[in-house]
């Protein structure tokens, strides 16, 4: 199991905003508190947080308290880590690339915060090193698309909130952005009413199709089997009525804890 909490942060309007060891300091608290230590990990949503403060205040974590950690912390952030690179694109194609880059720059942070390895130097090499213009973005893009000694891979799904038309449009849209690129093995993992939508999409690209863990049916019961079926809680019914007239618990049904956890089956009252 992974929490994926907010941090204790002071609200947006607060005239008094805590410094960064102040909300490392009060989430650990809180979290030491609460938190089992069998939990293997605890990934912060970023909560509105601008990137480079939602970095500094995870990396304060990491350094300050990291031998008394019995979990990981780590990041599961949305507008902290994409909020820069889409203030760039503003859905301009000039800007793809630099957005790109911002975009990369961003989750290297938040990489180091994990580690606490983080700090303002990281983001002032990283405005120095930022394109000013398309050419240089591409020039540096160029340079940064060696080869690496791991293949890496970028999967996606997305949930049933989606119409034919929007999966429809959204395949499109990877197949168009991936283009001939293949440093980077792409995944898309639809829904299972569009995979075959998606697959017929995606054929001839370099994007592959994945489909969601799907649970196998239970196999239809023979009608012997459910007649025995039947007879069995007839029978258990007419036992239960039995003893329950008897003055004992066993009438009552087994909680489902019970079964899932090992606890001790209930006694009679006699």
């Known amino acids: 199991m992974i929490l994926k909490p907010n941090m204790v942060l ?8 805590e410094s960064v060891d102040e909300v490392a300091d009060a989430t650990v608290r809180c ?19 601008p990137g480079e403060l939602a970095s500094a205040r ?11 950690l019995p979990w990981a912390l780590a990041f599961s952030f949305a507008r902290a880590i994409q909020q820069p690179a889409l203030e760039i694109w503003q859905g301009k194609e000039a800007h793809v690339l630099a957005a790109q880059q911002a975009l990369v720059h961003r989750a290297r942070c938040n990489r180091a915060a994990r580690r606490g390895q983080y700090n303002a130097v990281m983001e002032r090499i990283g405005k120095e090193s930022a394109p000013r213009d398309v050419s240089s973005a591409k020039s540096s893009m160029s340079t940064q698309s060696k080869p690496d000694m791991c293949q890496k891979f970028v999967i996606g799904n997305w949930k049933m909130n989606t ?9 499109k849209a990877v197949v168009d952005g991936m283009g001939i690129e293949d440093s980077v093995t792409v995944a898309v993992c639809p829904p299972f009413p569009y995979l075959a939508l998606v697959g017929e999409i995606l054929k001839g690209s370099v994007s592959r199709l994945g489909r969601r863990t799907s649970i196998p049916r239970r196999k239809a019961r023979s009608p012997a089997r459910s007649a025995r079926r039947c007879s069995s809680i007839s029978a258990a019914s007419t036992l ?11 009438a009552k049904p087994m909680h489902s804890s019970t079964k899932r956890y090992g606890l001790p089956w209930p006694r009679a009252s006699m």
Do not use: H, Y
């Open 10 to 17: 002071p609200g947006l309007t607060c005239p008094k905003q």
């Open 163 to 171: 119409t034919a038309a929007e999966a429809n449009r959204l395949a």
């Open 240 to 250: 239960s009525s039995d003893t329950a007239s008897a003055g004992t618990s066993w």
């Open 31 to 49: 979290l030491l508190r609460a938190v089992p230590a069998a939990v293997p990990g605890i990934a912060f949503l970023s909560g509105g947080q």
């Open 58 to 68: 995870l990396n304060a974590m990491n350094v300050r308290f990291k031998s008394r």
